[in-house]
C-alpha cells in the first residue's frame, strides 16, 4: 500500500517539466483555461495572418504602380512618335519635299500631346518622381515651338534632337519609379525592357538615319557620309537584334499563349522592314543617285520601318498591361483564399473549442448539480453521461462516493428510527429537517406534517435566540405540545454540528409528564411573572452583565478544557471543545448586536463624531471586504472620487453601515458584479454624500421588500435557510442612519439585483449637548522646573481629566482644542511632551503630527498619540490599572497579571465577582499560572479582605449584589494604605451616560481617551519628559 501511494504521490518527469502550467491551470477555472489557451493560439496566428496578407497586398500595390507606369507610357508614346516626325519633315522642308505648313500642323498636334502629358502629370502628383524631367521637356519644347519652321538647320536640328532626347529620359524615368524594370515575371520583365529600351533607341536611330539626307551625300561621294551612315546602319541592326532577344526570351517564359501569338507576327514585320530600310540605304550609296527609285525606295522604307515598331510598341505594351492585370486578378485570388481558408480552419477550430468547452461543463455541472442534492439531503440518483475520457472516470468515481454515502445514510436512519427518545433535526433557525418515530408517538405529529415547521410549534419555550443558547446542552426541563393541543413536561437536550457550510442542531427529546406535572404550572407562573417584572431600562442596565457572566464561563471553561485535553493527549474532545467555544463566541456576538439596537431604542447610543476623507474610507471598507466577494466569485467595482472630499460624521457607523451593504450583496451573488459608488450633492442649502451598493445577484420581489429593516427577519424563510443570517444589519445600519440625520433606501428587481443607497449629511450634527466643564487650576504648588505636557484634544472633558491625572503626578500642562491652536502652543512653549487626540474636526491628530515631524522646531518634541476608548476607560477613571471584557480570554488575564507578578507566594490576588461560575474560572486559571487567589462575593466581602490580607492586584466586577464595584472602588480608594493596589476591572456591563456623570463626581484621574493604562501613560510621560527620573506609582507599561 505504501508503494502505491508513493507512486500517486510522487511527481513524474513529465510532471516536473510541466510543473509550472499544471500550477498555473490549477489556479484558473474552465473559462478562464480556455480563454488563456484560445488567446496563446490566436495571436501566432493572427500575426502569420496579417503577414501573409501585408505581403499579398503589397504585390498588389506594386502591380497597381506598373499599371500606373503603363498608362503614363501610352501618353509618352504619342509625343515621341510626333517628336520623330517633326525631325524627319523638318528635313523634308529642308530639302524641299514639303511645305513648312506641315510643320506647323505637326507642332500643334505636339502642343495637344503635352497637355495631356501635363494633365496626367497634375492627376499623379509626381508619384513617379517625373516632376523634374516633364520640366526639362516643357521647357526644351517651348523654345523649338519658338523659333520659325524654316529656320537654319545648325540650331534646328539641335533642338529637335534634344526634344527626343528629352521624352526618352522621361520613358526611361516612368520605367524605373513604376516598378516596371522590376517586374517579377520574366515574360514581362522582357517585353518592358524592349518597351523602355531598345525598340526607342531603334525608333531614335531610323528618324536619324531618314535625316542625315543620304541621297545627296552618296551623290557627293562623302567620305564622311558614308562613315556616319555605316554607324547608323550598325546601331538599327544592333537594336532589332536586342529587341529580336528580348520579345525571344518573352516568347519562351510566357506564361500565356497570347504574347507568342500576338507579338510574334508584328516582330517578325518590324525586323523585315528595318532589313528593307536598311537595303534601300545600300542600294542609295551603290548608285550614288539623288533621284529616281533608289531614293524614293529610301524614303518609304524609312517610314515604314518606323511605324511597324511603333506598332510592335503598342501590341506589347497591351500585352504587358495585360500580363499585370492577370497577375492583379491571381493575387486577389490567393489573398481571397488565404482569408476564406483561415476563416473556415478557424470557424472548425472555434467549433470544436467550444463543443470540448461545453462538454467538460456539462460533467462539471452534473457533477456541481449532484453534490447540491447530496447536500440537501437527497442522496438517490447517478450521474449518467456519455463520457468515455478522464471525465467520465471522475463520474463513476462520484457514482461509487454517492453509493456509498446511501449505505451509510440508510444505517444511520435506521438507528434513528428504532431508538426510544424523540430525535429532530433542525436547522439555525429552528426549523424542522426530520423527525423520528419516538418523536412521532410523543408529539402524536406523523413525520410529514411537522418537517418545514419551527421546532417552537412542538416546544413553545424554544425561540430562535433561546434555541441557539440552549445548543450544546446536557438537557433541560421544558414544556411539549401535541397535536390535540396539550402541553406535557419535556426534557430537552440540544446539540450543534456543522455539516459543510450549514448549521445543523440535534433534538433529544423525552416525555416526562409523570415526574413533572406537578410542577408546569409552578414554573409557567414563574415564567409569566418575570416577563412582566421586566423594564425597558433595567433590560438595558443589566443585560449584557446577565448574557455575557454565563459566556464568559461558557468559553473560559472551553479553552481550560482544551488545554486539559492537550495536556491530558485526548485529542477526540478538541474539535467540539473549539465548538462550543465558537458558538459562544458567535453568541457574544449576537447579543452586542441586539444590545446596540436596545441602546438606540433607549436613546442610550452615542455619536462619536469626526472628520474624515470619504475616499480613504471607502478604500479601507473594500480593502476590509475583499475576502467576503471573493468567496462567491464575485467583482468589486468601487468609483469614488477624491472630490468626494471629507465628511463629520461617526465614522464607525459609517464603516459598519458600508460594510454591512456590502456583505449582504456578496452573500446574494454569486459569479456577478458588485459596485460601490459614492457622490456628493448639494440639495436646499445641505451638503449630502449618497453611498450606492448594487449588486447583480437574487434581487427581491416587492413583498419581500415590505420585510426589509425589520429585526430578526429577512426577505423570507428560504432566504435564511439558504443564506443565513440574523436580519440584525440592515436594521442596525438604518437606525445608525437615521441617528446621524440620513436613511437607507432600497431598490430591487426579482433575479436582476438589488441597489441601496446610504444617505447621509456631510456634516453630521450630535443633538446631545456637550457637558460644560468648569476650568481647574493645575499649575499651582508645581516647581518651575516641572516638565509641561502640551494637551490637544477637542473634548473639554477629556481635556479637563488629562489636566487632573498630569497635575496629580508633578506635570505642568497647557491645553489646545484643536490642531491650529496646538501647533501655536507647541512652537511658542516648547514643552517636554505632547498628548495628541486622533479623531477632530477639520485638522485630526495625523494632519497635526505631521506639521509637527516637518517642522525643525518642534520635530524632536515627544507626541503620544491618544484614541477612543470606551468602557475601558470607565475602568481606568475607577482608578483600575488595567481593563478586560467579558468573556475574559486567559492569555489577555495572563499577560495583564504579568506586570504586577511580584512574589506570587507572599501576597494574593483578590477576585471579587459575585457569579460563582467566573470566580471559578478566574481561579482556576490564576491558580495554574502559579497564583494565590482569594474571592469574595461581593464588594463589601471584597473589602473585608483587603482589610486582612492586602492583595498583589485586584480582578473586580462591576454588577454585584450589596456593594458593587463602583461603591467597593470609591471605598478602597479612601484608605491611603490601598491606593496603589492595582485594580483591574472585569465587567459585561454597557456604562451608561448617568454612570459616566456619577464617576466624574468623585473620581479625580478619570481618562476617557486612549487604549491605555493610567500608569502606562504617566510612565510614558514621564519617560520621555525626564528621561529617567523614577516614580514608583507608575507600576506598568501597556499600549492599547
Known amino acids: 500500500m505504501k508503494t502505491i501511494d508513493q507512486s500517486l504521490t510522487s511527481p513524474t518527469i513529465a510532471q516536473k517539466i510541466f510543473s509550472l502550467s499544471i500550477w498555473l491551470m490549477n489556479r484558473l477555472k474552465f473559462p478562464r483555461k480556455f480563454a488563456l489557451i484560445t488567446l496563446l493560439f490566436a495571436l501566432p496566428l493572427t500575426l502569420l495572418l496579417s503577414l501573409e496578407i501585408n505581403h499579398l497586398n503589397s504585390e498588389i500595390d506594386f502591380a497597381k504602380k506598373e499599371l500606373t507606369g503603363t498608362a503614363y507610357l501610352r501618353i509618352a508614346r504619342n509625343l515621341y512618335q510626333d517628336a520623330l516626325q517633326n525631325q524627319i519633315e523638318f528635313q523634308y522642308v529642308q530639302s524641299g519635299r514639303i511645305s513648312s505648313d506641315e510643320i506647323t500642323r505637326l507642332r500643334s498636334q505636339i502642343d495637344k500631346d503635352m497637355s495631356a502629358l501635363e494633365t496626367a502629370e497634375t492627376q499623379l502628383n509626381n508619384s513617379l518622381g517625373t516632376a523634374k524631367d516633364f520640366a526639362t521637356l516643357k521647357s526644351g519644347w517651348q523654345k523649338l515651338k519658338s523659333q520659325a519652321p524654316d529656320q537654319a538647320l545648325s540650331n534646328e536640328v539641335d533642338l529637335n534632337a534634344k526634344l527626343i532626347a528629352d521624352v526618352r529620359a522621361l520613358i526611361t524615368t516612368v520605367g524605373n519609379s513604376s516598378n516596371l524594370v522590376l517586374d517579377p515575371q520574366l515574360d514581362n520583365h522582357y517585353l518592358i525592357d524592349a518597351v523602355v529600351l531598345s525598340l526607342p533607341e531603334s525608333l531614335n536611330v531610323q528618324a536619324d ?38 520579345l525571344q526570351a518573352s516568347f519562351d517564359n510566357a506564361r500565356a499563349d497570347s504574347v507568342r501569338s500576338t507579338l510574334e507576327a508584328p516582330l517578325k514585320t518590324s525586323v523585315s522592314s528595318l532589313s528593307d530600310f536598311v537595303n534601300a540605304v545600300g542600294r542609295i550609296w551603290s548608285t550614288q543617285s539623288t533621284a529616281g527609285a533608289p531614293s524614293e525606295a529610301y524614303w518609304a522604307t524609312g517610314i515604314i520601318a518606323i511605324q511597324s515598331n511603333f506598332r510592335l510598341w503598342d501590341l506589347s505594351i497591351t500585352q504587358i498591361d495585360s500580363l499585370i492585370h492577370t497577375r492583379i486578378i491571381s493575387l486577389n485570388q490567393q489573398l481571397a483564399i488565404v482569408v476564406a481558408v483561415t476563416l473556415i480552419v478557424l470557424l472548425l477550430v472555434v467549433y470544436l473549442w467550444v463543443g470540448f468547452y461545453l462538454a467538460v461543463m456539462q460533467t462539471v455541472s452534473s457533477l456541481d448539480a449532484a453534490s447540491k442534492r447530496m447536500v440537501s439531503g437527497n442522496l438517490n440518483g447517478e450521474i449518467t453521461l456519455d463520457n468515455h475520457d478522464e471525465l467520465g472516470q471522475i463520474v463513476t468515481a462520484f457514482n461509487k462516493i454517492a453509493s456509498a454515502l446511501v449505505s451509510s445514510s440508510a444505517y444511520r436512519q435506521a438507528v434513528v428510527d428504532n431508538a426510544a427518545d424523540g430525535i429532530t433535526t433542525t436547522d439555525s433557525s429552528g426549523q424542522i429537517m426530520s423527525f423520528n418515530p419516538a418523536a412521532e408517538k410523543i408529539f402524536g405529529y406523523s413525520a410529514y406534517e411537522v418537517i418545514g415547521q419551527k421546532l417552537s410549534a412542538l416546544v413553545p419555550a424554544v425561540h430562535e435566540e433561546t434555541f441557539k443558547q440552549a445548543t450544546n446542552s446536557n438537557g433541560r426541563e421544558t414544556e411539549g405540545r401535541r397535536k390535540d393541543g396539550s402541553r406535557f413536561p419535556l426534557d430537552l437536550a440540544i446539540t450543534g454540528t456543522e455539516i459543510g457550510e450549514q448549521s445543523v442542531y440535534i433534538a433529544l427529546m423525552r416525555d416526562i409528564t409523570e415526574q413533572k406535572q406537578a410542577a408546569t404550572e409552578l414554573q409557567n407562573a414563574k415564567d409569566a411573572a418575570d416577563a412582566a417584572n421586566q423594564a425597558k431600562s433595567a433590560f438595558l442596565a443589566n443585560m449584557s452583565h446577565e448574557l455575557r457572566t454565563p459566556l464568559n464561563a461558557i468559553i473560559g471553561y472551553s479553552e481550560m478544557l482544551q488545554e486539559q485535553a492537550q495536556d491530558e493527549e485526548r485529542p477526540e474532545f478538541i474539535p467540539d471543545l473549539e465548538r462550543i467555544n465558537s458558538a459562544g463566541k458567535h453568541l457574544l456576538g449576537l447579543i452586542n448586536a441586539v444590545l446596540d439596537l436596545s441602546k438606540i431604542e433607549a436613546g442610550k447610543m452615542d455619536l462619536y463624531l469626526e472628520t474624515f476623507a470619504v475616499s480613504k474610507l471607502v478604500q479601507d471598507v473594500a480593502d476590509v471586504i475583499k475576502p467576503l466577494i471573493d468567496r462567491n466569485s464575485n467583482t468589486l467595482q468601487v468609483r469614488c472620487l477624491d472630490e468626494v472630499g471629507v465628511m463629520h460624521a461617526d465614522l464607525t457607523k459609517v464603516r459598519q453601515s458600508i460594510f454591512n451593504l456590502l456583505s449582504n450583496a456578496s452573500k446574494f451573488t454569486e459569479h456577478g458584479v458588485i459596485s460601490l459608488d459614492v457622490t456628493r450633492e448639494h440639495v436646499d442649502g445641505i451638503d449630502w454624500v449618497n453611498l450606492k451598493v448594487s449588486d447583480t445577484g437574487i434581487g427581491m420581489t416587492p413583498e419581500q421588500l415590505d420585510k426589509l429593516f425589520k429585526e430578526f427577519s429577512q426577505a423570507d424563510a428560504s432566504t435564511s435557510r439558504k443564506y443565513g443570517g440574523t436580519g440584525l444589519g440592515l436594521a442596525l445600519s438604518r437606525r445608525f442612519c437615521r441617528m446621524m440625520g ?38 499651582k504648588g508645581l516647581p518651575a522646573n516641572a516638565p509641561t505636557v502640551l494637551i490637544i484634544d477637542d473634548d473639554p472633558v477629556a481635556r479637563d481629566l488629562m489636566q487632573r491625572l498630569l497635575f496629580g503626578q508633578g506635570f505642568k500642562t497647557a491645553t489646545a482644542a484643536d490642531g491650529i491652536e496646538g501647533l501655536r502652543l507647541a512652537k511658542e512653549l516648547h514643552p517636554n511632551v505632547i498628548t495628541l487626540d486622533v479623531m477632530m474636526p477639520g485638522m485630526d491628530g495625523w494632519a497635526v503630527l505631521s506639521v509637527l515631524k516637518s517642522e525643525a522646531a518642534t520635530a524632536g518634541i515627544p507626541v503620544i ?5 470606551d468602557d475601558q476607560n470607565m475602568g481606568y477613571a475607577l482608578g483600575a490599572m488595567d481593563y478586560l471584557t467579558k468573556p475574559v480570554e486567559r492569555n489577555r488575564l495572563v499577560a495583564v497579571l504579568e506586570r504586577y507578578r511580584g512574589d506570587r507566594t507572599q501576597r494574593p490576588v483578590l477576585v471579587v465577582e459575585d457569579d460563582a461560575a467566573t470566580r471559578d474560572m478566574l481561579r482556576r486559571m490564576l491558580e495554574k499560572e502559579g497564583w494565590t487567589v482569594t474571592e469574595a462575593e461581593n464588594g463589601r466581602v471584597g473589602l473585608e479582605q483587603v482589610q ?35 485594580i483591574i476591572v472585569v465587567t459585561a456591563k454597557d ?50
Open 209 to 246: 538615319t531618314l535625316t542625315l539626307d543620304i541621297p545627296t551625300m552618296a551623290q557627293q561621294g562623302s567620305t564622311a557620309g558614308l562613315a556616319r551612315t555605316s554607324t547608323l546602319i550598325g546601331l538599327l541592326q544592333s537594336n532589332s537584334v536586342m529587341t529580336q532577344n528580348d
Open 742 to 779: 440620513g436613511d437607507i433606501f432600497v431598490e430591487s428587481e426579482y433575479d436582476k439585483g438589488s441597489t441601496f443607497t446610504i444617505h447621509l449629511p456631510a456634516q453630521v450634527v450630535d443633538k446631545k449637548a456637550e457637558p460644560t466643564i468648569s476650568p481647574i487650576e493645575t499649575q
Open 865 to 869: 498619540m491618544v484614541t477612543i476608548a
Open 948 to 982: 486582612n490580607t492586602p492583595p498583589a492586584a485586584i480582578l473586580l466586577d462591576l454588577m454585584m449584589p450589596e456593594m458593587d464595584g463602583f461603591e467597593f472602588s470609591h471605598e478602597l480608594r479612601k484608605n491611603p494604605t490601598w491606593h496603589d493596589i492595582p
Open 991 to 1040: 456604562l451608561t451616560n448617568e454612570d459616566r456623570q456619577r464617576l466624574s463626581g468623585y473620581v479625580d484621574r478619570l481618562i476617557q481617551k486612549g487604549e491605555y493604562t493610567r500608569e502606562q501613560l504617566v510612565g510614558e510621560i514621564r519617560e520621555l519628559a525626564t528621561r529617567g527620573a523614577s516614580d514608583n506609582k507608575a507600576t506598568t507599561t501597556w499600549i492599547g
